[in-house]
Protein backbone atom coordinates (compact mmCIF):
# COMPACT_ATOMS: atom_id res chain seq x y z
CA UNK A 1 0.00 0.00 0.00
CA UNK A 2 1.32 3.37 -1.00
CA UNK A 3 0.15 6.51 0.41
CA UNK A 4 -0.79 9.57 -3.15
CA UNK A 5 -1.51 13.27 -2.30
CA UNK A 6 -2.99 15.54 -4.71
CA UNK A 7 -1.32 18.31 -4.58
CA UNK A 8 -3.64 20.07 -6.66
CA UNK A 9 -6.75 19.24 -4.47
CA UNK A 10 -5.24 19.55 -1.00
CA UNK A 11 -5.93 22.97 1.44
CA UNK A 12 -3.52 22.30 3.72
CA UNK A 13 -5.97 22.28 6.19
CA UNK A 14 -3.71 19.30 8.27
CA UNK A 15 -6.46 16.70 9.29
CA UNK A 16 -4.24 14.09 8.49
CA UNK A 17 -1.05 15.41 10.44
CA UNK A 18 -3.84 15.45 13.51
CA UNK A 19 -4.50 11.84 13.16
CA UNK A 20 -1.47 10.54 11.56
CA UNK A 21 1.83 13.08 12.22
CA UNK A 22 3.99 10.46 11.59
CA UNK A 23 3.23 9.77 7.72
CA UNK A 24 1.81 13.57 7.29
CA UNK A 25 2.76 17.17 7.40
CA UNK A 26 1.87 20.38 5.96
CA UNK A 27 3.89 22.27 5.19
CA UNK A 28 3.14 25.84 6.58
CA UNK A 29 5.09 28.19 4.33
CA UNK A 30 2.81 26.30 1.06
CA UNK A 31 0.15 25.07 3.26
CA UNK A 32 0.18 21.72 1.20
CA UNK A 33 0.77 18.22 2.89
CA UNK A 34 3.89 16.49 2.92
CA UNK A 35 4.14 12.56 3.47
CA UNK A 36 6.48 11.56 5.32
CA UNK A 37 6.32 8.38 4.97
CA UNK A 38 4.61 6.68 1.67
CA UNK A 39 4.63 3.02 2.72
CA UNK A 40 2.94 2.12 5.97
CA UNK A 41 4.17 -0.94 7.35
CA UNK A 42 1.02 -3.56 8.08
CA UNK A 43 0.64 -2.21 11.88
CA UNK A 44 0.28 1.37 10.62
CA UNK A 45 -2.24 0.82 7.82
CA UNK A 46 -6.11 1.02 9.58
CA UNK A 47 -4.41 4.51 11.68
CA UNK A 48 -3.30 5.94 7.92
CA UNK A 49 -6.33 4.38 6.76
CA UNK A 50 -8.64 6.88 8.80
CA UNK A 51 -6.24 9.68 8.56
CA UNK A 52 -6.40 9.61 4.70
CA UNK A 53 -10.65 9.04 4.75
CA UNK A 54 -10.48 12.02 6.96
CA UNK A 55 -9.78 14.89 4.51
CA UNK A 56 -12.15 17.03 3.91
CA UNK A 57 -11.14 17.82 0.11
CA UNK A 58 -10.22 13.92 -0.72
CA UNK A 59 -6.53 15.10 -1.57
CA UNK A 60 -5.55 11.76 0.13
CA UNK A 61 -5.50 8.19 -1.54
CA UNK A 62 -4.15 4.83 -0.86
CA UNK A 63 -2.90 2.51 -3.63
CA UNK A 64 -2.24 -1.20 -3.54
Same mark, same amino acid.
Given at each position: ????????????????????? %??????? %??????????? #? #??????????????? #?????????
Amino acid at each position: MRIQADLGKCEGLGMCEAMAN %DYFEVDE %DEELVNVLDDA #P #PESDRAHVYAAVQAC #PVQALSLQG
